[in-house]
């Protein structure tokens, strides 16, 4: 992709975008670039699996990163957690970093949904990949939650769960779906005890539901989850007893419970929506194009 980009006449482009591609690293062009991403590979070589390729590798796969945040004119990152990686790994100026958070790709409806109110516990985990994601953290929360006598139910979508997760009460795995927004509307809660994350859309969609997000404090997902305000931030060794407790006290104080559903639908109302990512855009654009004709 690189060369058949060093083949075209750039100069036609007002502005070039790049989304999480290295491929610029080689660029030479006088066209600013705005190139946006939720992670350096600084961060990623040891946090999620198959980037650490050996000392000689990824030496030279950082150098690759070092050049394509020094060719663009803005960078846009989806977390506060990757724009310091930026910083501190690769010394990228200030006044070209940009945080801004992604939005809900879900169809979300016009205003928060009403709950059941049927005392049932709904919980809702998304994810596909079952050990990163903490499918069995969350099912063993479920168990936690039932022994404590709470009428509770865990619906899991977009995985292939593990033959040794057992067959129990209250328990639903659905590999996959089309349309997962009936889910959301139908939970009370949504969990994802994740072992890594460098963002999360997931969570902006869990917030446009009302959803308050149980997770953990991992990589970029305080960028999107606020802890006590919009969900639960627990540590990353969390466990499932530890998820049942968190989930408890919030679910026995139907006050609480619902000041966390507002906080949740206003922030993505306020911020987690692609509507204020565009115009977030637009703004670092306009800003990128005016440093070139300096």
Not at 61 to 79: G, L, M
């Amino acid at each position: 992709m690189g060369r058949n980009l060093r083949k075209h006449d750039l100069s036609k482009y007002d502005l070039l975008f790049s989304i999480g591609s290295t491929e610029i690293a080689n660029l030479e062009t006088t066209v600013p670039i705005v190139h946006l991403t939720d992670a350096t590979f600084a961060q990623m070589v040891g946090y999620y699996d198959g980037f650490d390729m050996g000392e000689k590798r990824n030496r030279h796969a950082n150098e690759i990163q070092r050049k394509a945040y020094e060719v663009s004119t803005q960078i846009i990152f989806a977390s506060a957690w990757a724009a310091r990686s930026a910083m501190n790994d690769y010394h990228v100026p200030e006044e070209k970093i940009n945080v801004v958070r992604f939005g809900a790709n879900q169809d979300v409806p016009d205003r928060l949904p009403e709950r059941q109110g049927d005392g049932m516990l709904r919980l809702l985990f998304v994810g596909k990949e079952w050990v990163r994601k903490g499918g069995s953290i969350a099912v063993d929360a479920l168990t936690s939650l039932q022994d404590r006598g709470i009428d509770a139910e865990l619906v899991m979508v977009g995985c292939d769960a593990p033959r040794s997760v057992p067959n129990m009460k209250g328990l639903t795995i659905i590999p996959y779906v089309e349309d997962v927004s009936i889910y959301f509307r139908e939970a009370d809660i949504f969990i994802l005890p994740t072992r890594a994350e460098c963002a999360g859309i997931v969570f902006c969609e869990a917030s446009a539901y009302g959803l308050p997000s149980f997770t953990t404090a991992t990589g970029g997902v305080p960028d999107y989850v606020e802890d006590g305000v919009t969900g639960r931030l627990l540590p990353p060794d969390a466990r499932g007893e530890d998820f049942a407790d968190a989930i408890a006290e919030l679910w026995n104080d139907p006050e609480a419970m619902k000041e966390m559903r507002l906080n949740a639908r206003r922030r993505y109302e306020e911020e987690l929506n692609w509507d204020v990512w565009m115009k977030r855009f637009e703004e670092i654009a306009e800003k990128a194009l005016t440093a070139s004709k300096a």
